[in-house]
């Protein structure tokens, strides 16, 4: 029973998620869709979002929940979070067939894009796992870290593109629109967007956002293989 409400609430979160944040923005103000229902829209954004979200949520507290096994036995410490980036590959699935119902039920076809879609799919587990390896890294010393994660992730789905589009902040000023894409997790979205639903074309800046992302992947390495030594002692 348990793991059928776990099955069920996989589904109904991202949902219930996307009808909230599509009714806000919807109300709150006009949102450029280009020509596609809001709610599609939104559910387009939610899907690199809700997988880089649960990956670092899961790493939070991945490696002090594994604190017995860690002190027992040797193994690649690395291990955990990439196993939260491969488990969350299953919510980027329910997402996905969302989505699929979704298209069906208001006729929308997914555009010639798509074939680029597997890239930018890549470019979300760097992202997720980049950040995953960062904060299992850094709640192994600072274990209040792990309660200010939520709080973060609330705050990231706001300013991510999920229910709006990036182009609505193209005409900001250069510096605070260089800033705006700086969060890796805007050219993530935006991209798998654009793959999708064929809006547009991607802001330069766009790969910005994947050069962060990467940044954070090759240093959160670096950083977790300086402490993984004394992760024993610190758990």
């Known amino acids: 029973m348990p793991k059928l409400l776990l099955i069920f609430w996989s589904f109904i979160n991202p949902i219930f998620t996307t009808i909230v944040i599509t009714f806000v923005f919807k109300k709150v103000g006009k949102v450029y869709t280009a020509g596609y229902p809001h709610i599609l829209f939104t559910l387009v954004g939610m899907i690199g979002w809700t997988y880089m979200a649960n990956v670092i949520q899961m790493a939070g507290g991945a490696m002090v929940g594994a604190q017995d096994l860690v002190k027992k036995i040797y193994f690649p410490r690395l291990y955990i979070p990439f196993s939260k ?3 969350a590959l299953v919510t980027l699935l329910i997402m996905f067939l969302c989505l699929g119902v979704t298209m069906l039920y208001y006729g929308v076809a997914p555009q010639s894009t798509i074939i680029y879609l597997p890239l930018f799919i890549i470019m979300a587990i760097v992202t997720a796992l980049g950040i995953a390896i960062w904060v299992s890294a ?3 010393r600072f ?14 789905m706001f300013i991510s593109p999920i229910a709006y589009s990036a182009k609505q902040i ?5 510096w605070i629109k260089i800033f705006y894409y700086c969060n890796p997790l805007t050219g993530v979205i935006e991209s798998i967007r654009w793959s999708i ?3 547009g074309r991607l802001h330069e800046y766009t790969y910005l956002s994947f050069g962060i992302g990467i940044l954070l992947l090759i240093t959160g390495l670096r950083y977790f293989f300086h402490v ?5 002692d610190l758990v």
């Open 228 to 232: 993984e030594r004394t992760i024993a």
């Open 85 to 87: 980036a491969v488990a």
């Open 197 to 199: 639903l064929g809006i």
């Open 143 to 156: 274990r209040d870290l792990i309660h200010t994660i939520p709080i973060f992730l609330r705050i990231g």
């Open 138 to 140: 850094l709640t192994i």
């Open 170 to 174: 193209n005409g900001w000023n250069g």
